[in-house]
């Protein structure tokens, strides 16, 4: 069974940090790209990053280019997003997805929230 844990989230001031994890299991992990996704209040599921089945390859939003870094660890499973200098427009739910065998799976999410 295919499952995606996130973890992490919490409340930040702006310019802070915090580190999301993802923990993933019933697949071969390591042979698999996973991307990380965020849906702010009354909006839609916005790509953030994605890291390839090495972590050879990563990809960013612009609007987070230079502040997040996403890695993995494949001998735990997991896929992390390194978030610095948190802005309040950063403020959403960060999910974690995979596309496997031809069918999408999303963890249940983990509120990041960035105010004063």
């Known amino acids: 069974q295919v499952r995606l844990v996130e973890s992490g989230g919490g409340s930040v001031q702006p310019g802070g940090s915090l580190r999301l994890s993802c923990a993933a299991s019933g697949f071969i992990f390591s042979d698999n790209t996973i991307k990380w996704y965020r849906q702010a209040p009354g909006k839609g599921r916005e790509l953030v990053a994605t890291i390839t089945r090495d972590g050879g390859t990563t990809n960013y939003a612009d609007s987070v280019k230079g502040r997040f870094t996403i890695s993995r660890d494949n001998a735990k499973n997991t896929v992390y997003l390194q978030m610095s200098r948190l802005k309040p427009e950063d403020t959403a739910v960060y999910y974690c997805?995979?596309?496997?065998?031809?069918?999408?799976?999303w963890g249940q999410g983990t509120q990041v929230t960035v105010s004063l």
């Open positions: 997805r995979l596309l496997y065998q031809s069918r999408l799976y």
